[in-house]
């Protein structure tokens, strides 16, 4: 079984912080890009950040500046530090996994795995 688990998601006030984590099941993932995505009510899902095999970033124009995606290889984690939150950043924030490059996700928009998803709620 091949999964991603995210977790970390919860409710701050605005301009609060929280850190997103996103544990892969296999090692495989390690030689994967990893992404962050949120889809907020009545909006389609959009990328957040994403990060190469290598520890390359992609941001977002709207995060740039307050979130930092990083990843771990060894806890095989992929972490979303969210900082300076406001309302519209409210969502619910998946991880995904692709074997393509970082530069290759970015021109498809298409991950192959999944995790669940967890909400971030941020209030005024």
């Known amino acids: 079984q091949v999964s991603l688990v995210e977790s970390g998601g919860g409710s701050v006030q605005t301009g609060g912080s929280l850190r997103l984590s996103c544990t892969a099941s296999e090692e495989a993932f390690k030689n994967y890009t990893m992404g962050w995505f949120r889809q907020a009510p009545g909006k389609e899902r959009e990328v957040v950040a994403a990060i190469s095999s290598r520890g390359a970033t992609y941001s977002t124009d709207s995060v740039k500046g307050r979130f930092t995606i990083s990843r771990d290889h060894a806890k095989n984690t992929v972490y979303l530090q969210m900082n300076s939150l406001k309302p519209e950043d409210t969502a619910v924030y998946y991880c995904?996994?692709?074997?393509?490059?970082?530069?290759?996700?970015?021109?498809?928009?298409?991950?192959?795995?999944w995790g669940r998803g967890t909400q971030v709620t941020v209030s005024s």
């Open positions: 995904a996994a692709d074997p393509k490059t970082l530069l290759g996700t970015i021109a498809t928009g298409k991950y192959t795995y």
